[in-house]
């Protein structure tokens, strides 16, 4: 007879659950759910040697264990601390932890611009969450932030420096997933950057994931870039048979167009199975997948806005109205305005009121794409704003 595996108690914001020795208080937390698990910024659980990064997910330890009831004198990093059995952790119930957690995000938007109106990111940012539960109004922060250049490495992948947050999420998945890391962390303190050496491309069959574990708007698609906002998108799974990877996919449709393809996240963001640049970037067409249904999004998202995945059909009678004959089309106004005849994957830029008036080739340039700056602002950042520091 095998056995039984001992389990430890741990008790967090008064709600008691049984895990197996070695787990973190993060994934203890997980475990119960709810609002009681702590934001994350860094840690990844698919991914190895994650965490410990951000502190984003402090909690505050009032009993260690049964054994030595003491708390611990300081804050800890639940992503990277063990339970013990009888300890006690308290989150969302103590208020240092709220207002250590309120001067974590606020050190990590010290050099983040505003964004938010013209990144591809809006929508589903991680940061954008966690500043609106646990940021501030308003910034204390005078001086001048810093700024880089932005940078395409490779053919689908644009590098916005500023945006970074130094996670160090996409360099453990281009390590451990990709199979070579072909960028990393240069420099130190507050000149850290990821980057390339020497303006490197990304080239590996499996380097698209970077783009999905990155919780901020760093690194994007370059095929989507400006392309449409994720909440005007219905999500949708679908599978294909791919010799690269599983080949379970959520598609990002607009209409019958594909806009975009990314791997499926579980609850708490994380990717469920890898999938490769074959499927993220090169299938567009709604015919070179299966599709399963619309997607069930478990976090809030305002993606989850207008989605009726359980609404009810009336039913037609307008048939039965005129004795059986099928109704008759009166205007047909896609033949005349021509939208349906826009494919947007074509499009190398956002589109215009021209692309659908006439040309539907044409398209715009976002003001973010221009590198040079003016005014006060000469090094040019990702900002709109001519004016910003």
Not at 154 to 183: D, F, K, W
Request: net charge neutral; hydrophobic share 35%; with cysteine.
């Amino acid at each position: 007879m095998a056995e039984e595996k001992k389990l430890f108690k741990v008790t967090i914001d008064n709600i008691t659950t049984e895990v197996e020795p070695g787990t973190t208080i993060l994934m203890a937390a997980r475990k119960i759910g709810g609002d009681i698990v702590p934001p994350t910024m860094c840690y990844y659980s698919k991914l190895q040697n994650t965490g410990g990064y951000c502190r984003t997910c402090l909690v505050k330890v009032t009993a260690g264990s049964t054994a030595d009831p003491r708390p611990m004198p300081k804050l800890v990093a639940s992503c990277r601390t063990a339970v013990m059995d009888g300890m006690v952790v308290e989150n969302i119930t103590n208020p240092a932890v709220l207002e250590a957690r309120k001067g974590v995000v606020e050190f990590l938007l010290i050099n983040h611009p505003l964004d938010c109106p013209v990144c591809d990111q809006a929508g589903e940012c991680d940061l954008q969450d966690l500043s609106y539960e646990h940021g501030t109004e308003g910034t204390r922060s005078e001086f001048r932030r810093r700024t880089f250049e932005r940078i395409d490495i490779g053919p689908y992948i644009q590098l916005h420096m500023t945006r970074c947050i130094l996670c160090y999420r996409c360099v453990h998945t281009a390590n451990q997933v990709a199979g070579s890391r072909e960028h990393g962390v240069l420099d130190r303190g507050d000149h850290a950057q990821i980057a390339t050496y020497i303006q490197q491309s990304l080239e590996s069959p499996m380097i698209g994931n970077v783009i999905d574990v990155c919780p901020v708007g760093a690194l994007t698609d370059r095929t989507f870039r400006f392309k449409n906002r994720v909440w005007f998108t219905k999500p949708m799974d679908a599978h294909r048979d791919c010799p690269h990877c599983k080949g379970s996919v959520r598609l990002w449709l607009r209409g019958d167009d594909v806009l975009r393809v990314t791997a499926r996240k579980d609850q708490w963001g994380e990717v469920e199975d890898w999938i490769c640049n074959e499927c993220r970037f090169e299938k567009k067409k709604v015919s070179d997948w299966v599709i399963e249904g619309p997607t069930q999004l478990n976090r809030h998202s305002v993606i989850n806005a207008g989605h009726y995945t359980n609404a009810a059909k009336p039913t037609e009678f307008l048939k039965e109205v005129m004795n059986g004959h099928a109704p008759r089309l009166l205007l047909d106004i896609h033949t005349v305005s021509g939208v349906n005849m826009v494919d947007l994957n074509d499009l190398p830029g956002p589109a215009t009121g021209a692309t659908f008036n006439g040309n539907p080739n044409a398209f715009g340039h976002n003001p973010t794409d221009v590198k040079e700056g003016v005014g006060r602002n000469m090094a040019g950042t990702d900002s709109t704003n001519p004016n910003t520091p």
